[in-house]
Nanobody, 113 residues
Framework: VQLVESGGGLVQPGVSLTIYCAAS????????MSWYRQAPGKERELVAR???????NYADSVKGRFTISRDNAKNTMYLQMNSLKSEDTAVYYC????????WGQGTQVTVSL
């Protein structure tokens, strides 16, 4: 089982960025997939979730700015982040949950001038 996040980086406030989670080794299409983030000194928090059927949920802090999606043919999940703010700075983690509970290693997103 492997979850590999990519696409993070340093961006300025107000811009957009898409991060990716490539999955392998499990039945991706059957799993609920989520993005979590953890900022320095803070607890890990749920950002967005997409169920096996495509239903999505978002944290209030990102609603209207972030969009979670998945491509089951490519075993990949995406998080499109628009209008980024400095408070979005964090390590973003990919999570897969159903029979198993799997985590990626994280990708750093830094929003700063």
């Amino acid at each position: 089982v492997q979850l590999v996040e990519s696409g993070g980086g340093l961006v300025q406030p107000g811009v957009s960025l898409t991060i990716y989670c490539a999955a392998s080794g499990f039945a991706f299409s059957r799993y609920t997939m989520s993005w979590y983030r953890q900022a320095p000194g803070k607890e890990r928090e749920l950002v967005a979730r997409i169920g096996a059927g495509g239903v999505t949920n978002y944290a209030d802090s990102v609603k209207g700015r972030f969009t979670i999606s998945r491509d089951n043919a490519k075993n990949t999940m995406y998080l499109q982040m628009n209008s980024l703010k400095s408070e979005d700075t964090a390590v973003y983690y990919c999570n897969a949950r159903w029979i198993g509970d799997y985590w990626g290693q994280g990708t750093q997103v830094t929003v700063s001038l």
